[in-house]
């Protein structure tokens, strides 16, 4: 017994620990797994063109509340066919921009084109971006939509983190996505909401009018200053 007692002294002399106090050892962090997501969509492009889409998202209705207009710069994230990019081309004139962003070379390629055939190739600038990075230049946009792509990011804070710079004073980003658990091209729209606070976003608005498939959400986020 007094063998063991001086061992326990000269323990808790080693570790700066009084006598008499129980060890306790600092539990480790528990691991925060990534969140899941879809794999990024590389097949037919032009899936995206379906017939009555325009309608069903209510496409119009969207650049409105995001102010999308004549002068605006705009940066249109995961822009796969370019649906919208022309669409936001057409809104913001002569004196627009829009940045068609994805990370899909195969979609650069086809936005390009595209823009050339519809007669906006003038108003359209395309960016190879990086899985967290958008690579926008800064202070260079008004307005961000992230259609049916936020459930394909696979670091989603970190690419609203370096989406901040880019952002205008009193620029809007739109995030449309569908409820889901990440893996099944959607994600809920209490995670999206967490997540942005998390990069530096407050919520400003949300809509239920966007029913391209009877689950999809509207978030509209502006930068917490």
């Avoid at 080693?14 to 306790?24: C, I, K, R, T």
């Avoid at 590389?42 to 998202?57: A, K, N, V």
């Avoid at 939509?145 to 980003?173: D, W």
Wanted: aromatic share 6%.
């Amino acid at each position: 017994m007094l063998s063991l007692r001086v061992l326990v002294v000269a323990l808790c002399f080693l570790s700066n620990v009084a006598p008499g106090v129980a060890l306790a050892q600092t539990p480790a962090a528990p691991a925060v797994p990534e969140r899941k997501t879809s794999e990024p969509y590389t097949g037919d492009l032009s899936i995206f063109d379906s017939p009555g889409r325009e309608e069903r998202l209510q496409i119009n209705r969207v650049m409105d509340i995001l102010g999308v207009g004549s002068g605006r710069n705009v940066a249109d994230i995961g822009a796969g066919s370019g649906w919208f990019t022309v669409r936001a081309a057409r809104r913001v004139g002569a004196s627009g921009m829009v940045y068609a962003v994805d990370i899909n070379p195969e979609a650069i390629r086809y936005i390009d084109e595209r823009a050339r055939k519809e007669h906006v190739k003038n108003k359209v600038t395309t960016i190879l971006s990086k899985a967290d990075d958008p690579l926008l230049p800064a202070d260079s946009v008004d307005a961000v939509l992230l259609l049916k792509t936020y459930h394909e990011v696979a670091q989603p804070v970190a690419l609203l983190q370096n989406l901040r710079g880019a952002l205008r004073p009193g620029g809007k980003v739109g995030i449309i996505d569908r409820n889901g658990n990440g893996e099944d091209h959607g994600v809920g729209r209490d995670v999206v909401i967490r997540e942005a606070k998390e990069a530096g976003y407050k919520l400003l608005e949300q809509y239920d009018f966007v029913k391209g498939d009877k689950m999809d959400y509207f978030l509209v986020f502006t930068l917490e200053r």
